[in-house]
Protein backbone atom coordinates (compact mmCIF):
# COMPACT_ATOMS: atom_id res chain seq x y z
CA UNK A 1 0.00 0.00 0.00
CA UNK A 2 1.06 3.61 -0.53
CA UNK A 3 0.40 6.75 0.73
CA UNK A 4 0.31 10.09 -0.59
CA UNK A 5 0.26 13.21 1.32
CA UNK A 6 -2.30 15.70 0.91
CA UNK A 7 -0.85 19.40 0.14
CA UNK A 8 -3.61 22.57 1.11
CA UNK A 9 -3.40 24.47 -2.11
CA UNK A 10 -5.95 26.65 -1.27
CA UNK A 11 -6.78 29.11 2.26
CA UNK A 12 -5.94 32.56 3.37
CA UNK A 13 -2.20 31.97 3.71
CA UNK A 14 -1.45 29.62 0.51
CA UNK A 15 1.35 30.89 -2.00
CA UNK A 16 2.88 28.65 -4.81
CA UNK A 17 6.36 28.41 -2.81
CA UNK A 18 4.33 26.94 0.27
CA UNK A 19 3.32 24.22 -1.98
CA UNK A 20 6.57 23.78 -3.42
CA UNK A 21 7.81 23.61 -0.68
CA UNK A 22 5.41 21.30 1.14
CA UNK A 23 6.15 18.51 -1.93
CA UNK A 24 9.75 18.81 -1.33
CA UNK A 25 9.19 17.60 2.35
CA UNK A 26 6.89 14.62 1.57
CA UNK A 27 9.51 13.41 -0.84
CA UNK A 28 11.71 13.75 1.72
CA UNK A 29 9.72 12.03 4.21
CA UNK A 30 9.10 9.28 2.20
CA UNK A 31 5.40 9.66 1.10
CA UNK A 32 4.87 7.87 -2.34
CA UNK A 33 2.63 10.88 -3.73
CA UNK A 34 1.28 14.24 -3.59
CA UNK A 35 -2.12 15.76 -4.04
CA UNK A 36 -4.05 18.88 -4.53
CA UNK A 37 -7.61 19.77 -4.68
CA UNK A 38 -9.65 21.92 -7.02
CA UNK A 39 -12.50 24.68 -7.52
CA UNK A 40 -12.14 27.67 -9.80
CA UNK A 41 -14.53 30.05 -8.39
CA UNK A 42 -16.47 30.35 -4.79
CA UNK A 43 -19.47 31.86 -4.72
CA UNK A 44 -19.80 34.65 -2.09
CA UNK A 45 -22.66 33.25 -0.96
CA UNK A 46 -24.29 29.25 -1.48
CA UNK A 47 -26.82 27.27 -0.82
CA UNK A 48 -25.26 23.81 -1.92
CA UNK A 49 -24.63 21.39 0.45
CA UNK A 50 -21.23 20.23 0.83
CA UNK A 51 -21.64 16.58 0.63
CA UNK A 52 -18.69 15.50 2.95
CA UNK A 53 -19.28 17.31 6.09
CA UNK A 54 -22.14 15.81 8.36
CA UNK A 55 -24.00 18.76 8.72
CA UNK A 56 -23.43 19.51 4.75
CA UNK A 57 -21.83 23.06 5.55
CA UNK A 58 -19.03 24.26 3.95
CA UNK A 59 -15.85 24.39 6.27
CA UNK A 60 -14.07 27.19 4.41
CA UNK A 61 -13.67 30.97 3.61
CA UNK A 62 -15.59 31.04 0.28
CA UNK A 63 -13.06 34.19 -0.08
CA UNK A 64 -9.95 32.43 0.23
CA UNK A 65 -7.44 32.03 -2.66
CA UNK A 66 -7.40 28.79 -4.40
CA UNK A 67 -4.43 28.26 -6.30
CA UNK A 68 -5.11 26.45 -10.08
CA UNK A 69 -3.67 22.37 -10.04
CA UNK A 70 -2.69 22.22 -13.37
CA UNK A 71 0.10 25.09 -12.80
CA UNK A 72 0.99 23.24 -9.41
CA UNK A 73 1.62 20.07 -10.58
CA UNK A 74 4.15 21.29 -13.52
CA UNK A 75 6.05 23.34 -10.76
CA UNK A 76 5.64 19.92 -8.52
CA UNK A 77 7.40 18.15 -11.36
CA UNK A 78 10.47 20.54 -11.61
CA UNK A 79 11.11 20.22 -8.21
CA UNK A 80 10.56 16.87 -7.60
CA UNK A 81 12.19 13.54 -8.93
CA UNK A 82 10.08 10.42 -7.40
CA UNK A 83 6.69 11.29 -6.06
CA UNK A 84 3.58 10.54 -8.06
CA UNK A 85 1.62 13.80 -8.25
CA UNK A 86 -2.22 13.71 -8.26
CA UNK A 87 -5.41 15.89 -8.06
CA UNK A 88 -7.89 14.80 -5.89
CA UNK A 89 -10.48 15.51 -7.68
CA UNK A 90 -10.43 18.12 -10.74
CA UNK A 91 -13.73 19.76 -12.13
CA UNK A 92 -12.57 19.17 -15.70
CA UNK A 93 -16.26 19.40 -16.88
CA UNK A 94 -15.67 23.04 -15.97
CA UNK A 95 -12.31 22.80 -18.62
CA UNK A 96 -12.21 22.81 -22.28
CA UNK A 97 -11.23 19.10 -22.67
CA UNK A 98 -8.60 19.77 -25.36
CA UNK A 99 -6.39 22.32 -24.02
CA UNK A 100 -6.67 20.75 -20.03
CA UNK A 101 -5.52 17.24 -21.79
CA UNK A 102 -2.40 18.79 -23.80
CA UNK A 103 -1.72 20.67 -20.37
CA UNK A 104 -1.71 17.12 -18.80
CA UNK A 105 0.54 15.48 -21.50
CA UNK A 106 2.90 18.00 -21.15
CA UNK A 107 2.88 17.75 -17.10
CA UNK A 108 3.56 14.01 -18.38
CA UNK A 109 6.70 14.73 -19.68
CA UNK A 110 8.05 16.96 -16.80
CA UNK A 111 7.11 13.76 -14.77
CA UNK A 112 7.21 10.31 -16.61
CA UNK A 113 4.99 8.21 -15.60
CA UNK A 114 4.03 10.08 -12.60
CA UNK A 115 0.89 12.01 -13.30
CA UNK A 116 -2.59 10.59 -11.72
CA UNK A 117 -5.68 12.40 -12.83
CA UNK A 118 -8.12 12.12 -10.27
CA UNK A 119 -11.95 13.16 -11.55
CA UNK A 120 -14.91 14.85 -10.17
CA UNK A 121 -18.49 15.82 -11.44
CA UNK A 122 -18.71 18.68 -9.17
CA UNK A 123 -21.36 19.11 -5.98
CA UNK A 124 -21.09 23.57 -5.90
CA UNK A 125 -24.09 24.47 -7.89
CA UNK A 126 -23.20 27.82 -8.38
CA UNK A 127 -19.15 27.16 -9.48
CA UNK A 128 -21.25 24.44 -12.25
CA UNK A 129 -23.79 27.57 -12.95
CA UNK A 130 -20.98 29.51 -13.70
CA UNK A 131 -19.85 27.60 -16.52
CA UNK A 132 -23.34 27.00 -18.06
CA UNK A 133 -23.48 23.11 -16.53
CA UNK A 134 -26.94 22.07 -14.77
CA UNK A 135 -26.39 20.12 -12.12
CA UNK A 136 -28.43 17.59 -13.56
CA UNK A 137 -25.71 17.26 -16.65
CA UNK A 138 -22.87 16.69 -15.03
CA UNK A 139 -21.65 13.71 -15.41
CA UNK A 140 -22.61 13.18 -18.52
CA UNK A 141 -20.68 16.27 -19.39
CA UNK A 142 -17.56 14.92 -17.36
CA UNK A 143 -17.68 11.93 -19.24
CA UNK A 144 -17.74 13.34 -22.99
CA UNK A 145 -14.69 15.41 -21.64
CA UNK A 146 -12.63 12.36 -20.55
CA UNK A 147 -13.99 10.78 -24.08
CA UNK A 148 -12.51 13.83 -26.02
CA UNK A 149 -9.40 13.80 -23.42
CA UNK A 150 -8.57 10.16 -24.22
CA UNK A 151 -8.51 10.88 -27.77
CA UNK A 152 -6.34 13.76 -27.44
CA UNK A 153 -3.58 11.40 -25.43
CA UNK A 154 -3.17 9.61 -28.75
CA UNK A 155 -1.93 12.17 -30.67
CA UNK A 156 -4.81 12.97 -33.10
CA UNK A 157 -8.46 14.21 -32.79
CA UNK A 158 -11.14 14.03 -35.58
CA UNK A 159 -13.67 16.02 -35.44
CA UNK A 160 -17.03 17.92 -37.55
CA UNK A 161 -17.05 21.14 -37.43
CA UNK A 162 -20.02 23.50 -36.67
CA UNK A 163 -20.29 25.23 -40.12
CA UNK A 164 -19.44 22.12 -41.89
CA UNK A 165 -20.53 17.75 -42.22
CA UNK A 166 -17.06 17.05 -43.17
CA UNK A 167 -14.43 15.74 -40.98
CA UNK A 168 -11.50 17.34 -40.07
CA UNK A 169 -8.01 15.42 -38.49
CA UNK A 170 -5.92 17.36 -36.13
CA UNK A 171 -2.33 16.45 -34.36
CA UNK A 172 -2.26 17.25 -30.95
CA UNK A 173 0.98 16.14 -29.66
CA UNK A 174 2.95 15.44 -27.22
CA UNK A 175 1.48 12.03 -26.05
CA UNK A 176 2.16 11.03 -22.76
CA UNK A 177 4.88 8.88 -22.45
CA UNK A 178 3.06 6.63 -20.42
CA UNK A 179 -0.99 6.86 -20.18
CA UNK A 180 -2.39 8.76 -17.17
CA UNK A 181 -3.91 7.45 -14.78
CA UNK A 182 -7.52 8.47 -14.14
CA UNK A 183 -9.88 7.74 -11.07
CA UNK A 184 -13.34 8.72 -10.44
CA UNK A 185 -14.40 10.40 -7.24
CA UNK A 186 -17.90 9.56 -5.60
CA UNK A 187 -19.69 7.16 -3.87
CA UNK A 188 -22.82 6.65 -6.41
CA UNK A 189 -24.60 4.16 -8.25
CA UNK A 190 -24.17 6.10 -11.52
CA UNK A 191 -20.44 6.27 -10.42
CA UNK A 192 -19.93 2.88 -9.91
CA UNK A 193 -21.45 2.34 -13.48
CA UNK A 194 -19.68 4.62 -14.81
CA UNK A 195 -16.29 3.09 -13.17
CA UNK A 196 -17.40 -0.23 -13.96
CA UNK A 197 -18.27 0.25 -18.00
CA UNK A 198 -14.88 2.51 -18.44
CA UNK A 199 -12.42 0.35 -16.53
CA UNK A 200 -11.51 3.91 -14.73
CA UNK A 201 -9.73 3.45 -11.28
CA UNK A 202 -12.00 4.91 -7.99
CA UNK A 203 -11.28 7.58 -5.34
CA UNK A 204 -14.00 7.76 -3.03
CA UNK A 205 -13.90 10.32 -0.09
CA UNK A 206 -15.95 8.33 2.66
CA UNK A 207 -15.17 10.06 6.08
CA UNK A 208 -13.52 8.20 8.82
CA UNK A 209 -16.76 6.56 10.71
CA UNK A 210 -17.53 4.94 7.76
CA UNK A 211 -14.40 4.00 5.05
CA UNK A 212 -14.48 0.34 5.55
CA UNK A 213 -17.89 -0.29 5.06
CA UNK A 214 -18.39 2.43 2.05
CA UNK A 215 -14.74 0.99 0.47
CA UNK A 216 -15.92 -2.67 0.55
CA UNK A 217 -19.52 -2.08 -0.58
CA UNK A 218 -18.08 -0.31 -3.47
CA UNK A 219 -15.73 -2.51 -4.62
CA UNK A 220 -18.29 -5.22 -4.44
CA UNK A 221 -20.99 -3.25 -6.87
CA UNK A 222 -18.24 -2.47 -8.74
CA UNK A 223 -17.09 -5.69 -9.63
CA UNK A 224 -20.41 -6.83 -9.56
CA UNK A 225 -21.38 -4.19 -12.39
CA UNK A 226 -18.23 -4.98 -14.30
CA UNK A 227 -19.59 -9.04 -14.38
CA UNK A 228 -22.40 -8.01 -15.82
CA UNK A 229 -21.11 -5.58 -18.69
CA UNK A 230 -18.52 -7.66 -19.58
CA UNK A 231 -20.27 -10.92 -19.10
CA UNK A 232 -17.34 -12.34 -17.32
CA UNK A 233 -17.61 -14.16 -13.85
CA UNK A 234 -13.43 -13.05 -13.49
CA UNK A 235 -13.52 -9.16 -14.00
CA UNK A 236 -10.46 -7.29 -13.82
CA UNK A 237 -10.09 -5.72 -10.21
CA UNK A 238 -10.78 -2.41 -9.32
CA UNK A 239 -8.30 0.03 -8.95
CA UNK A 240 -8.99 1.75 -5.70
CA UNK A 241 -7.59 5.16 -3.85
CA UNK A 242 -8.88 5.57 -0.60
CA UNK A 243 -8.86 9.73 0.08
CA UNK A 244 -8.86 9.96 4.09
CA UNK A 245 -8.47 12.50 6.29
CA UNK A 246 -6.03 12.11 9.87
CA UNK A 247 -3.67 8.76 9.78
CA UNK A 248 -5.08 8.73 13.86
CA UNK A 249 -8.74 7.79 12.41
CA UNK A 250 -7.54 5.40 9.73
CA UNK A 251 -4.55 3.34 11.13
CA UNK A 252 -6.36 0.92 12.58
CA UNK A 253 -8.65 -0.47 9.11
CA UNK A 254 -5.44 0.03 7.17
CA UNK A 255 -4.81 -3.68 7.19
CA UNK A 256 -8.45 -4.47 6.10
CA UNK A 257 -8.23 -1.64 2.73
CA UNK A 258 -5.57 -3.47 2.29
CA UNK A 259 -6.64 -6.50 1.93
CA UNK A 260 -9.44 -5.35 -0.07
CA UNK A 261 -7.06 -4.30 -2.52
CA UNK A 262 -6.77 -0.09 -1.88
CA UNK A 263 -3.55 0.70 -3.73
CA UNK A 264 -2.54 4.19 -2.08
CA UNK A 265 -4.57 5.73 1.09
CA UNK A 266 -4.31 9.79 0.83
CA UNK A 267 -3.76 11.33 4.46
CA UNK A 268 -3.16 14.76 5.83
CA UNK A 269 0.99 15.00 6.65
CA UNK A 270 0.97 17.52 9.69
CA UNK A 271 3.15 19.72 7.24
CA UNK A 272 2.69 21.94 10.33
CA UNK A 273 4.51 19.97 12.93
CA UNK A 274 8.20 19.25 13.21
CA UNK A 275 9.10 16.28 11.57
CA UNK A 276 5.44 15.71 11.13
CA UNK A 277 4.92 13.54 7.65
CA UNK A 278 7.64 11.13 9.07
CA UNK A 279 5.39 10.42 12.21
CA UNK A 280 2.48 10.36 9.72
CA UNK A 281 4.30 7.54 7.96
CA UNK A 282 5.56 5.97 10.86
CA UNK A 283 2.07 5.42 12.37
CA UNK A 284 1.01 4.05 8.97
CA UNK A 285 3.63 1.68 8.86
CA UNK A 286 3.26 0.58 11.86
CA UNK A 287 -0.13 -0.33 11.32
CA UNK A 288 0.46 -2.33 8.51
CA UNK A 289 3.03 -4.22 10.05
Not at 30 to 38: K, M, N, Q, T, Y
Amino acid sequence: MRFGAKVENFGSEVTMERVLERGRIAEEAGFDSVWLSDHIAMPLTSDSRYPYANDGKISWQLDEPWLDPVTLLSALAAVTTRLRLGVAVMLVNLREPINLAKQLACVEQLAPGRLTLGVGDGWLKEELALFQVSFSDRRVRTDEHLRLMEEVWSGSISTTGAHSTSSTSYSVKPVPGQPIDVFIGGQSPAVFARIAKSGYGWLPLPGADHTLDVVRRGVETIEQMKRATLATSTPEKVRVIVNAGSIESIAHILPELEALGVEEVLVEASFDEFDGPEKVLAIARTALA
